[in-house]
């Protein structure tokens, strides 16, 4: 169970660790703006924009696999398949990440894939 929480609290992080880039590309366009900054983030382009993309996919990514990974522990049903799915989510959603920024569409789909059918496999060890 531990590879599972382990795995959970770092998919937690991504969202807000993939808000790093947002405001480094969000400060280079004029500063950061505090008071309207989803405004601004909606007129980023390029890499800034993309890092937008994939900090709010970030969210929907973890929604997913944290529903799995809460309805395996709820059923008590923990298994090595189920942690070798978290681990495979949490590489597969870094490295979408990494392809994401540097704009490599078909290498970052090939992550989005990678990273979201794990979720599955985990719920479905709840069965």
Request: hydrophobic share 55%; glycine share 6%.
């Amino acid at each position: 169970m531990t590879i599972l929480l382990t795995c959970l609290l770092i998919a937690m992080l991504l969202p807000y660790l993939s808000k790093l880039p947002v405001g480094f590309a969000m400060a280079k366009a004029g500063g950061y703006d505090n008071e309207h900054p989803r405004a601004q983030q909606a007129r980023l382009e390029g890499m800034g924009a993309r890092a937008v993309a994939a900090h709010q996919n970030a969210f929907e990514s973890l929604l997913i696999f944290g529903l799995g990974v809460v309805a395996v522990m709820a059923t008590d049903s923990v298994n090595d398949t189920a942690e070798t799915a978290a681990i495979v989510h949490v590489v597969a959603r870094i490295a979408y990440h990494i392809f994401y920024l540097s704009n490599h569409d078909k290498l970052r789909s090939t992550a989005w894939f990678a990273g979201i059918i794990p979720s599955f496999v985990i719920l479905a060890q709840a069965f």
